[in-house]
């Protein structure tokens, strides 16, 4: 009898399905390991341990922790955690739970369902990191503070074997209620979209909205902030070896009491910088944050660690500065029922020739800059906070009248910053 090409082909599909997951959980358990590798080997704040992973045909189980290190204090916190792993033909599903559970006993903060963690894998390289919170109502024993929160949705989509993360986060009510003050948040939206360059280097761009935040309390007139809109985005040029960096920040009103005033909005940018330059700062900056963590007792061992590292970072910073770049605010505008305060600021540094970076002495001797700031002289008049501030800039010349103008206009060059004609030395500090 001969057997039919699909029953065979049906045989084979069935052995496969049967043999897949285990082959699936092995990869999986060898993908943990390393990823919980790169995690420890690639910064020093955060530190993931396996205790025990299972594995099986179908599933596995496994423990593990997860301990995160303030970088200023040295303190650390740890969360011990379990989660099941199922097996699927072409990935798998981890479902994390914290080993104590997401609550102390006895309390009731979740009345419908738990929190919900979970990565779900792909053998190709491409995982998703979904985090889901219910309605959460959480009160202090004394009642005098509490937070409650509508739930939320937080999630990481991962590709290119961890060189590309989309992150999306939804918010939309929380409220903290305290003694003094209560916070209300509402309609939070995040999206990123992110790809890695090299280091600690990423590129792309994101876009964060807010519908409100409201403060009231008893000792402060209530404060509503309104169309709260955050874009950045980052992206390299020439042949990657220089990055583009901005962020623009608009409100669409702040009010305070019955009165609202806006729109508003800030616009940073750093263009020009070198990226091999930035990751070597961003990796003595990280450096000597951990050196000041796990710093030893041999005073002497510490303090000529210390001058290598100060070393390190003043040589990087140099380096940044060699390769040329521009920063600056480069719009500021408030809106007042006075009138407008606007302003920009620019500080840049050129790009050397190999020659001229041998000479270099230090970053600021060519450090060049402009400043242009001003604002209603009736806001200085009506409110006594601002007369505070602005009085002994107007004393010294900083800030001249120009009309219903107060206006202050920089220019710095050769270590001299020119304000409105005052000249004002400026110390080498880099």
């Known amino acids: 009898m001969k057997l039919n090409k699909w029953m065979i082909a049906g045989a084979a599909i069935l052995v496969f399905a049967g043999v897949a997951p285990w082959g699936v959980g092995y990869v999986t358990e060898q993908q943990w390991l390393q990823a919980t590798e790169e995690v420890n080997s690639t910064q020093p704040f955060v530190r993931m341990e396996t205790d025990q992973y299972q594995r099986g045909v179908m599933g596995s189980e496994a423990s593990g922790s997860l301990t995160i290190v303030d970088p200023k204090t040295g303190d650390s916190h740890r969360i011990d955690f379990q989660f099941t792993v199922s097996h699927?033909?072409?990935?798998?599903?981890?479902?994390?739970?914290?080993?104590?559970?997401?609550?102390?006993?006895?309390?009731?903060?979740?009345?419908?369902?738990?929190?919900?963690?979970?990565?779900?894998?792909?053998?190709?390289?491409?995982?998703?990191?979904?985090?889901?919170?219910?309605?959460?109502?959480?009160?202090?024993?004394?009642?005098?503070?509490?937070?409650?929160?509508?739930?939320?949705?937080?999630?990481?989509?991962?590709?290119?074997?961890?060189?590309?993360?989309?992150?999306?986060?939804?918010?939309?009510?929380?409220?903290?209620?305290?003694?003094?003050?209560?916070?209300?948040?509402?309609?939070?939206?995040?999206?990123?979209?992110?790809?890695?360059?090299?280091?600690?280097?990423?590129?792309?761009?994101?876009?964060?909205?807010?519908?409100?935040?409201?403060?009231?309390?008893?000792?402060?007139?209530?404060?509503?902030?309104?169309?709260?809109?955050?874009?950045?985005?980052?992206?390299?040029?020439?042949?990657?070896?220089?990055?583009?960096?901005?962020?623009?920040?608009?409100?669409?009103?702040?009010?305070?009491?019955?009165?609202?005033?806006?729109?508003?909005?800030?616009?940073?940018?750093?263009?020009?910088?070198?990226?091999?330059?930035?990751?070597?700062?961003?990796?003595?900056?990280?450096?000597?944050?951990?050196?000041?963590?796990?710093?030893?007792?041999?005073?002497?061992?510490?303090?000529?660690?210390?001058?290598?590292?100060m070393q390190r970072f003043n040589n990087s910073i140099r380096g940044l500065a060699a390769a040329g770049f521009s920063f600056g605010i480069r719009e500021l505008s408030l809106e007042t029922p006075e009138g407008k305060v606007q302003g920009s600021l620019d500080i840049s540094h050129p790009e050397l020739s190999e020659e001229q970076r041998e000479n270099m002495l230090m970053v600021m001797q060519q450090l060049t800059g402009t400043l242009d700031f001003s604002m209603p002289l009736a806001l200085a008049e009506t409110y006594p906070v601002v007369q505070m501030q602005v009085s002994p800039l107007i004393k010294q010349g900083l800030l001249v009248r120009e009309g219903d103008q107060l206006v202050m206009n920089g220019r710095m060059e050769d270590l001299v910053l020119d304000v409105n004609g005052v000249q004002i030395p400026l110390p080498p500090l880099l």
Do not use: C
Not at 178 to 196: A, C, I, N, T, Y
């Open 88 to 309: 699927g033909v072409t990935g798998s599903l981890l479902d994390f739970r914290p080993s104590q559970g997401w609550q102390p006993e006895g309390a009731d903060w979740f009345q419908d369902a738990e929190p919900s963690l979970t990565l779900e894998t792909r053998l190709w390289g491409s995982a998703t990191v979904e985090f889901e919170a219910p309605p959460m109502a959480l009160k202090h024993p004394d009642g005098a503070e509490s937070v409650r929160t509508s739930g939320g949705l937080a999630r990481i989509d991962i590709g290119s074997m961890g060189e590309q993360a989309d992150i999306l986060m939804v918010w939309p009510e929380l409220l903290i209620s305290g003694p003094r003050m209560d916070v209300k948040v509402e309609g939070f939206h995040l999206e990123q979209s992110m790809s890695w360059l090299m280091g600690d280097i990423w590129t792309g761009s994101g876009a964060m909205t807010l519908d409100s935040i409201a403060l009231e309390g008893a000792a402060v007139p209530p404060v509503l902030v309104k169309g709260v809109v955050l874009n950045s985005g980052s992206e390299t040029t020439d042949s990657e070896r220089k990055l583009d960096s901005n962020v623009e920040l608009e409100l669409e009103s702040v009010q305070f009491g019955d009165n609202a005033y806006g729109p508003h909005r800030l616009a940073v940018a750093i263009e020009g910088v070198d990226v091999a330059g930035w990751s070597e700062f961003s990796s003595a900056m990280t450096d000597m944050q951990m050196m000041a963590v796990t710093s030893g007792a041999d005073p002497r061992a510490a303090f000529e660690q210390q001058m290598a590292m």
